[in-house]
């Protein structure tokens, strides 16, 4: 955020700011809309917020990424690089949010428990369709495995995102109930607009939390490959050789030798 606030804070918002506005400005310009109408709008907002939000997303996680690989002293990369990546990536990153929030509605129906455990291994899988290219399932894969035994980590990166957002929506339900004759339409609005003025610190935190994981599992697993197999251990199988089969023998019961 420091090294280039423009393309990380300022950029985004004025992307977001058109889609999360309309709603509250509409009534303003047309005084005269009907419900129908405005509800169109608010729809019409919801899907291109949710457009805009993918494609800078993608792009803010290639400039993570760029920066954690490329040490502390490292500059983000050309942001325009950023975007035609994060564009390729776009199609899938839409199909892996969608199937995720249809799991999480899903789950959410039927209890709590559920939900939170699906949250908890499906939190990294939009990371993983980007950075690794993979598709949704091998996203959703890679996220149940790197999740494993990071429980408590997983539960101070969503305090630090809801403490970073819970202040901006209690502020507007306040101001909606201060102010007279306010609707809260106009708040909501606010709040949205608000909210994607934050969004990419949470993004960038995420994808930091996802590349160290990330590397830790790596590093494991080359570990894992570079140590010998001890002597004790079986050979591996030999694709097409004959196998032996095991047969079950018995220890001799003290019944049947007394000089046991």
Known sequence: MRRDTLHSMVVPLALWAPWTLAPALVPLVFPQAQVSQLLLVQAASNLFTFLSFVIVTAMLRFRAASVFH???????????????????????????EVLRNIAFGISFSMLFVPFLYLGFKLSLAT????????SPLKAFSRSYHLTDGRFERWLEMIAMSVLLIV?????CVVGFLVVQGSSWNTWLSVGSFLSAALMPIVQYAW??????????DQAETEANAAVPAPSFLPARKVAGAPQHKLRLVESPRRDDDPSL
């Open 127 to 134: 990371e993983a369709v980007v950075l690794r290219g993979e």
């Open 70 to 96: 490329g040490g502390q002293d490292a500059d983000p990369a050309p942001v325009r690089e950023c975007y035609r990546q994060g564009m390729q990536r776009v199609p899938a990153l839409y199909l892996t």
């Open 207 to 216: 994808s930091f939390f996802y590349l160290r994981l990330d590397e830790l």
């Open 167 to 171: 202040p901006v929506w209690f502020l």
